[in-house]
């Protein structure tokens, strides 16, 4: 049988595949005519970037002229150093740019470029938008004046260049998006609701604009797409044949009505050990072997793709897929089938190792998060069916994210590896250990029957993962805590058992470090209650469910009241007060703290200006607020809308601020004290050490926490520490408060230790904004003792 009776196959436009036909006698052969009802994407590509390197000009003049004009508008109110160096910046971009499009337009018409090269233009265009637009947000959100109208009117000229890009519809998208979005943010942030008209115009502006740009493209489409379709074009069918039996892993073959091979490639005949023509005339299934099941499938007469089985030959096998197409006569007869095949060994070990490789956690060779699911779903399938329990232990690393910070990543690799280690020798057969991720791993236990063998294990595990860890000769310690679920007894799912022994670590979590907790109902049940606070919070916002009370600031030398400090209650309408120490927690974890906080410093500033202008008022804020960087523009919108001087806020943080995200925090920080804004270092001496960040030029106050100040009545270590942050303090010229003073004693003995400024229940607990202004300008001389 020659090559020619092998009919080709092309795809129609509605998916299905037609079988092209030879008529007897017809002398053409099975070669007929294909027509592309698009151009090909690589010859679309290419002309989408000859288009837009004929833009380079246009686009270059029109970016630099308006980058020139607003450069000449802001002369006065921004550095010229920052200006001329923007400017340089975008010319630079824009000559960058239109070099990279000029040489990658240079190539032949045949030449198809690759899609990267769109990807590439799309990311220059976004970035010159991106160059474009970042000094006017700088300068509205630095407070610098800004014409927004003349502002506007280029930004305008800006979005009308985006024409230059319009034949790449998200190239001239996000060219739009970052102008008109990067002005209206700028516009909002520096001069607030007043600007929404303006911002409405430039959206409408924007909105035609891309509209206007997406047909000019869709029609330039139109147009390559009409240039760039392929004329029929007539091919020798026996040349394609041969290079695709020749260049590939596949190969053809054909079988008539009764399943009889009448035509194979030399290839497959490699393939089952057999020549060529020892296969003709002998049936398909027979050839493939009597248990392929091939016949039963050739049996129905229809279509089939990919029917994958294993060829034995010899000490070897071999993978490979079928797939064929029923020869129908012109008159409905079947006549046989005609296919191809593919050698799939290759391809199938790849896949084999891809699997193995996807179930492991690459830094420490243990199964991963998806592994330890399946082994958790396999074993509580055998506890169901044998009626021993199986167990899930989740461990957490205590302490580790500190080794990172201090000692690098590479050596908390090392320390994780050998964690994995530690746990895998200790856990041996009884158990599987996995990395769930970060610094979590998790323990599957088969037989977990003995709560008391489960617990003498997890001291075990608890006690190696303690051993100091010596890596680079440099000795590193962490702790591990562990929670605990059974299954079926706790969950009789994967994910129900997940949950519980999440839960149990975090109450272990919660209880200090190295500790172990098996699951209790008890833990969901405060885990539901979590859930129903945090509804009721979302629900709180915005009504009078929360309040400020403020706690007096007492001078320490004239014993008047120089300031409060902001205290936020929640007063829940069935549930009455709730604790801070309660609800606060929720607020962070949940997300919520950044829409309250937000709320409590408009609040508070609103209060502070009914009192005297020398009167200051204090807020804390959480370390998960100072990791938002919109905190500062909520700090600036509150004192504008309660027209009080920045001097006269203080935000108060705590030191465990720097355990996690410093960098971020005094960032944060350091735009905070540019408006003018106070910042206390809150129960200073109690949590991580932060004497590395007092001469940061951050702090203008710290608070000596109330146990210090209550011991120093008993213990003279204490006096003793006390007067070292104050010469720390005066050291930095810092402002000192004392707080949690109760006591006419407590007054004296912290005013003669140095403390500036006195905070306690001795001058009354925190009460409403009404009794505030009542005390203002109060002196407690006559109650203290001198």
Not at 114 to 121: C, D, L
Not at 673 to 678: A, Q
Not at 722 to 727: D, H, L, Q, T, Y
Request: proline share 4%; net charge neutral; charged share 20%.
């Amino acid at each position: 049988m020659s090559r020619e009776s092998m009919a080709t196959q092309d795809d129609t436009p509605n998916g299905q595949t037609q079988l092209s036909r030879r008529r007897e006698g017809d002398a053409r052969g099975p070669a007929h005519m294909i027509e592309e009802r698009h151009a090909p994407a690589g010859e679309v590509r290419t002309a989408q970037i000859n288009i837009l390197s004929r833009f380079t000009l246009y686009s270059g003049v029109t970016q630099t002229v308006c980058a020139l004009v607003f450069v000449i508008l802001e002369r006065q109110s921004l550095s010229l150093m920052m200006l001329l160096g923007w400017l340089a910046l975008i010319i630079a971009a824009t000559y960058l740019s239109a070099r990279w499009l000029n040489r990658t337009s240079m190539v032949r018409r045949t030449d198809q470029l690759p899609v990267s090269k769109i990807q590439m233009a799309i990311f220059d265009s976004a970035i010159r938008a991106v160059l474009w637009i970042s000094l006017p947000v700088y300068a509205a959100m630095s407070g610098a004046p800004i014409n927004y109208t003349f502002t506007g009117g280029l930004v305008a000229m800006m979005i009308v260049s985006g024409i230059s890009v319009a034949v790449i519809p998200i190239a001239v998208a996000s060219w739009v998006s970052i102008l008109a979005g990067g002005l209206a943010f700028a516009a909002l942030s520096g001069v607030g609701t007043i600007a929404l008209p303006g911002v409405g115009i430039l959206a409408a502006f924007a909105a035609a604009a891309m509209v206007g740009f997406l047909l000019l493209a869709r029609s330039w489409q139109g147009q390559i797409d009409r240039a760039g379709v392929l004329a029929a074009k007539r091919a020798d069918i026996r040349y394609l044949l041969k290079e695709y039996e020749d260049r590939g892993a596949g190969w053809l073959w054909q079988i008539d009505a009764q399943h009889c091979l009448t035509y194979v490639s030399p290839r497959m005949g490699e393939l089952l050990g057999t020549a060529t023509y020892q296969l003709l005339g002998k049936s398909l299934s027979s050839a493939l072997g009597k248990g392929s099941g091939i016949g039963t499938l050739l049996a129905k007469r229809e279509r089939f793709e990919k029917f994958e089985l294993e060829l034995e030959n010899g000490k070897t096998s071999r993978w490979i897929t079928l797939s064929g197409s029923p020869i129908v006569s012109e008159e409905g007869e079947f006549q046989g089938y005609r296919g191809v095949g593919l050698d799939i060994t290759d391809s199938k070990s790849s896949h084999a190792k891809l699997q193995h490789l996807a179930n492991l956690d690459v830094l420490t060779g243990l199964p991963n998060r998806s592994r330890v699911r399946t082994l958790l779903d396999t074993a509580l399938s055998d506890a169901k069916e044998k009626g021993v329990p199986c167990a899930i232990m989740f461990l957490d690393l205590d302490g580790f994210k500190p080794v990172n910070d201090t000692f690098g990543h590479p050596k908390g690799d090392a320390v994780l590896k050998t964690v994995g280690r530690r746990l895998s020798d200790l856990v041996g057969k009884r158990g599987s250990v996995g990395r769930i991720g970060g610094d979590e791993f998790a323990v599957v236990v088969d037989d977990a029957q003995s709560r008391i063998g489960m617990e003498a294990l997890a001291e075990k595990l608890i006690s190696a993962i303690s051993e100091p860890y010596m890596i680079d000769n440099v000795q590193i310690r962490i702790g591990l805590s562990i929670g605990c679920a059974y299954g079926p007894i706790d969950g009789d799912t994967v994910d129900d058992l997940v949950r519980k022994a999440d839960l149990a670590l975090y109450h272990a979590k919660s209880m200090g470090r190295a500790t172990f907790c098996n699951f209790d109902p008890q833990m969901q049940v405060a885990a539901e209650e979590r859930v129903r606070l945090e509804h009721d919070m979302r629900q709180a916002l915005g009504t009078e469910q929360f309040h400020l009370l403020y706690q007096p600031l007492v001078s320490a030398e004239t014993q008047r009241v120089t300031g409060f400090e902001a205290l936020l209650r929640w007063n829940h309408p069935t549930r009455g007060p709730i604790s801070p120490a309660v609800f606060i927690p929720i607020a962070e974890e949940s997300g919520l703290v950044e829409e309250l906080g937000g709320w409590v410093l408009r609040q508070a500033c609103m209060d502070a200006a009914t009192w005297p202008d020398d009167i200051t008022v204090a807020v804390n804020v959480s370390p998960s607020q100072l990791v938002v960087p919109a905190l500062p523009n909520t700090v600036s919108d509150a004192l504008r809308k309660s027209r009080i001087p920045a001097n006269r806020l203080e935000i108060e943080v705590t030191e465990s601020v720097f355990m996690s995200a410093a960098g971020n925090a005094v960032d944060v920080l350091k735009r905070l004290r540019t408006l003018g804004v106070g910042i206390a270092l809150d129960d200073f001496g109690t949590g991580y050490s932060s004497l590395g960040y007092l001469n940061k030029a951050v702090f203008h106050k710290l608070k000596i926490d109330g146990s210090f100040v209550r011991e120093a009545a008993t213990r003279e270590e204490t006096v003793s520490i006390i007067r070292a942050i104050v010469m720390l303090a005066n050291s930095f010229r810092l402002t000192i408060t004392a707080e949690g003073v109760e006591t006419a004693e407590d007054f004296n003995r912290m005013r003669d230790l140095g403390c500036h400024q006195i905070q306690g229940y001795l001058f009354g607990r925190p009460m409403p904004i009404e009794r505030t202004r009542e005390i203002v300008g109060s002196k407690w001389e006559h109650r203290l003792v001198g």
